[in-house]
């Protein structure tokens, strides 16, 4: 006992840390134990990298990434043969000529704009043309005797025009109201036992009081200088439509004459009969005054042409600028009556009666519904994966066909459209679709001539290209490839590998050389 700690205080004076030699002593046991400690706790060499070399790796072919490879696009579906019908000019919708879903014809009526002015504007055009005709054929009249004769028709022509005004007022006022309850109402309320002509003859009276209230206004205004024909027509249309109303009501009376021949619709047959007699005269000198006055615009035509011998190439000139009048006359007022250019379904009404459109409002979708295309769009890179004709899976459960590819890149858009075609008939028009594309070469059954697509983790990139790994007896083989183009996760192969090489799909962090254990999927 004596001995151990003799040794213990011979050891503490040693190692005692106020003495350099001390001090020195204890640096030297602390190196000695921490070299034994790394000596005794390092692993064998072989070991480690036997552990760090050991990787397990997925391997597969070109084949396993068929339907992961294949584009999924999103399109939408619309008719083939499909318009969407615009408003060329703007104005307030008088008349709708159709309904929707119904099936219609080219050339067809969809609805009609307010177009009074346009139909002023192309009887002007009209007369102004047909007067430079006559002008350019006719000669060796006077233009003064014309010039007269066309003021005392103009003259006759408006003194006409209000004695019809007279005439009917007098007649619809005072002989034709009798039959209605309230004549200046909005439904006037015909008396008569009129069956299926009630509403027209109510609508009739109706337009009719309209109608007279603003020929009441013209003939206060009508003068030479007023557009006289257009005044004249407009009196033969009211009149004319006096004289149908008439003709409906003297047929009730004959259907059942005995109803009618006392009380308050006692004589009434016979005055009806008579005042009808009237209107037809009154339409004569109607008519006949809108033929004097276009004889009379015909012969000042014809006078001044024949005045002026030796300008016939200006009064061809005026004829061709009075047809371009006409021409754009005929055109303005053709906007007014919007058509279909096409057969099929409406698919959608826009307007309605009373609705006041702006100039390429839409008015109308006319389509065949039973011919559908899908529109897509694919970026550069992806053009060469796709082929006319070649196969398309929609919603996943529809085929269709690619039918059309554009020539080149939208330049705004940057994308290639595809037109894709489908006979199913669970796909409507309008609907927005998913679509997926499988490239020809992972077709079964066909020639493998598209590009080879591998995922971008199986490619170790270089500063140029990159390597694909493969694997021989049980380590990796670097195989340098040239790339193409990326295509959403998947890069396109140009040469190094072919359609069956079997690779490592992630090189992420591996070596040529390496061991490496292969995972079965």
Same mark, same amino acid.
Do not use: C
């Given at each position: 006992?004596?001995?151990?700690?003799?040794?213990?205080?011979?050891?503490?004076?040693?190692?005692?840390?106020?003495?350099?030699?001390?001090?020195?002593?204890?640096?030297?046991?602390?190196?000695?134990?921490?070299?034994?400690?790394?000596?005794?706790?390092?692993?064998?060499?072989?070991?480690?990298?036997?552990?760090?070399?050991?990787?397990?790796?997925?391997?597969?072919?070109?084949?396993?990434?068929?339907?992961?490879?294949?584009?999924?696009?999103?399109? &939408?579906?619309?008719?083939?043969?499909?318009?969407?019908?615009? =408003?060329?000019?703007?104005?307030?919708?008088?008349?709708?000529?159709?309904?929707?879903?119904?099936?219609?014809?080219?050339?067809?009526?969809?609805?009609?704009?307010?177009?009074? &002015?346009?139909?002023?504007?192309?009887?002007?055009?009209?007369?102004?043309?047909?007067?430079?005709?006559?002008?350019?054929?006719?000669?060796?009249?006077?233009?003064?005797?014309?010039?007269?004769?066309?003021? &005392?028709?103009?003259?006759?022509?408006?003194?006409?025009?209000?004695?019809?005004?007279?005439?009917?007022?007098?007649?619809?006022?005072?002989?034709?109201?009798?039959?209605?309850?309230?004549?200046?109402?909005?439904?006037?309320?015909?008396?008569?036992?009129?069956?299926?002509?009630?509403?027209?003859?109510?609508?009739?009276?109706?337009?009719?009081?309209?109608?007279?209230?603003?020929?009441?206004?013209?003939?206060?205004?009508?003068?030479?200088?007023?557009?006289?024909?257009?005044?004249?027509?407009? =009196?033969?249309?009211?009149?004319?439509?006096? $004289?149908?109303?008439?003709?409906?009501?003297?047929?009730?009376?004959?259907?059942?004459?005995?109803?009618?021949?006392?009380?308050?619709?006692?004589?009434?047959?016979?005055?009806?009969?008579?005042?009808?007699?009237?209107?037809?005269?009154?339409?004569?000198?109607?008519?006949?005054?809108?033929?004097?006055?276009?004889?009379?615009?015909?012969?000042?035509?014809?006078?001044?042409?024949?005045?002026?011998?030796?300008?016939?190439?200006?009064?061809?000139?005026?004829?061709?600028?009075?047809?371009?009048?006409?021409?754009?006359?005929? =055109?303005?007022?053709?906007?007014?009556?919007?058509?279909?250019? $096409?057969?099929?379904?409406?698919?959608?009404?826009?307007?309605?009666?009373?609705?006041?459109?702006?100039?390429?409002?839409?008015?109308?979708?006319?389509?065949?519904?039973?011919?559908?295309?899908?529109?897509?769009?694919?970026?550069?890179?992806?053009?060469?994966?796709?082929?006319?004709?070649?196969?398309?899976?929609?919603?996943?459960?529809?085929?269709?066909?690619?039918?059309?590819?554009?020539?080149?890149?939208?330049?705004?858009?940057?994308?290639?459209?595809?037109?894709?075609?489908?006979?199913?008939?669970?796909?409507?028009?309008?609907?927005?679709?998913?679509?997926?594309?499988?490239?020809?070469?992972?077709?079964?059954?066909?020639?493998?001539?598209?590009?080879?697509?591998?995922?971008?983790?199986?490619?170790?990139?270089?500063?140029?290209?990159?390597?694909?790994?493969?694997?021989?007896?049980?380590?990796?083989?670097?195989?340098?490839?040239?790339?193409?183009?990326?295509?959403?996760?998947?890069?396109?192969?140009?040469?190094?590998?072919?359609?069956?090489?079997?690779?490592?799909?992630?090189?992420?962090?591996?070596?040529?050389?390496?061991?490496?254990?292969?995972?079965?999927?």
């Amino acid at each position: 006992m004596k001995i151990l700690i003799s040794v213990g205080k011979d050891l503490l004076a040693f190692f005692n840390y106020k003495t350099r030699r001390g001090r020195l002593a204890l640096v030297v046991l602390t190196i000695g134990l921490m070299g034994l400690y790394f000596v005794t706790n390092q692993e064998s060499p072989n070991e480690t990298v036997a552990e760090e070399q050991v990787r397990s790796v997925s391997v597969a072919s070109v084949s396993d990434y068929s339907d992961v490879a294949s584009l999924q696009l999103i399109g &939408s579906v619309a008719s083939l043969d499909q318009a969407n019908i615009i =408003a060329e000019t703007s104005g307030r919708i008088t008349r709708v000529n159709t309904s929707l879903g119904q099936t219609v014809v080219p050339g067809q009526v969809i609805a009609q704009l307010e177009n009074a &002015s346009q139909y002023a504007t192309l009887l002007q055009a009209e007369g102004a043309y047909e007067a430079a005709v006559a002008a350019a054929a006719k000669s060796d009249v006077s233009v003064d005797s014309a010039k007269t004769g066309l003021t &005392s028709a103009k003259n006759n022509a408006i003194s006409t025009y209000r004695s019809a005004y007279n005439t009917l007022s007098d007649i619809i006022f005072n002989s034709v109201d009798v039959i209605y309850a309230d004549p200046n109402n909005s439904i006037p309320g015909v008396r008569l036992d009129a069956k299926n002509n009630v509403n027209y003859l109510n609508s009739t009276r109706a337009n009719l009081q309209t109608a007279m209230t603003s020929w009441q206004i013209g003939t206060g205004q009508i003068n030479q200088n007023s557009n006289i024909e257009g005044e004249i027509r407009e =009196a033969i249309s009211i009149t004319t439509t006096a $004289i149908e109303l008439m003709d409906v009501v003297i047929n009730i009376f004959n259907e059942d004459p005995s109803k009618y021949e006392t009380g308050r619709f006692a004589g009434l047959q016979s005055t009806f009969t008579a005042k009808r007699g009237v209107l037809n005269s009154t339409l004569a000198s109607l008519e006949a005054q809108l033929t004097s006055l276009s004889q009379a615009k015909d012969a000042v035509a014809t006078a001044e042409l024949g005045g002026t011998n030796s300008n016939i190439s200006s009064a061809n000139a005026q004829v061709k600028q009075a047809l371009g009048s006409l021409r754009a006359a005929e =055109a303005n007022y053709a906007k007014t009556i919007i058509r279909t250019p $096409i057969a099929g379904v409406v698919n959608s009404l826009d307007v309605k009666v009373g609705d006041y459109v702006s100039q390429t409002a839409p008015v109308a979708t006319i389509a065949n519904n039973n011919a559908l295309e899908i529109t897509t769009f694919i970026g550069e890179s992806e053009r060469d994966r796709i082929n006319i004709g070649q196969s398309v899976t929609i919603e996943k459960l529809y085929s269709g066909t690619v039918t059309h590819i554009s020539p080149a890149i939208n330049p705004a858009t940057k994308k290639i459209e595809i037109k894709i075609q489908t006979d199913s008939i669970d796909i409507a028009n309008g609907d927005t679709v998913s679509i997926a594309i499988t490239s020809d070469y992972n077709e079964p059954d066909k020639d493998l001539t598209g590009p080879i697509l591998i995922p971008l983790t199986a490619v170790k990139f270089t500063a140029s290209d990159g390597t694909v790994f493969t694997i021989e007896n049980g380590k990796l083989v670097s195989n340098p490839v040239t790339i193409g183009n990326i295509s959403g996760s998947f890069i396109e192969i140009i040469s190094g590998i072919d359609r069956n090489t079997v690779f490592v799909t992630d090189a992420r962090g591996l070596s040529s050389g390496q061991t490496v254990n292969v995972i079965e999927n």
